[in-house]
């Protein structure tokens, strides 16, 4: 069983800055990638960024819609994203989604608002 936990949402103003916290624990094995997606009311889930294993290196995706504004990193079981310059569309709750062999897991989410 693979346990992921997200934490850092909150209320922020546009501009502002948020830290997303990532973090897998369990039957983690080999992971093949780690990734952000988030999910606006009336709207379907949408991939933010992600670290995708190739090879001996992880490469870094992300929407072009948060590109030069968020940052995804690393370390061993966590996962970060780093949330610059927010705008008022990034509101949405943010999930993240380990990925595995064994198959992909999910966390709770965790709710960014971005409102003056």
């Known amino acids: 069983q693979v346990q992921v936990v997200e934490s850092g949402g909150g209320l922020v103003q546009p501009g502002g800055s948020l830290r997303l916290s990532c973090a897998a624990s369990?039957?983690?094995?080999?992971?093949?990638?780690m990734g952000w997606y988030r999910q606006a009311p009336g709207k379907e889930r949408e991939l933010v960024a992600a670290l995708v294993r190739g090879g001996i290196e992880e490469i870094a995706h992300y929407a072009d819609s948060v590109k030069g504004r968020f940052t995804i990193s690393r370390d061993v079981n966590t996962v970060y994203l780093q949330m610059n310059s927010l705008k008022v569309e990034d509101t949405a709750v943010y999930y993240c989604?380990?990925?595995?062999?064994?198959?992909?897991?999910w966390g709770q989410g965790t709710q960014v608002t971005v409102s003056s």
């Open positions: 369990g039957s983690i094995f080999s992971i093949n990638a």
């Open positions: 989604k380990l990925t595995q062999m064994e198959g992909d897991y």
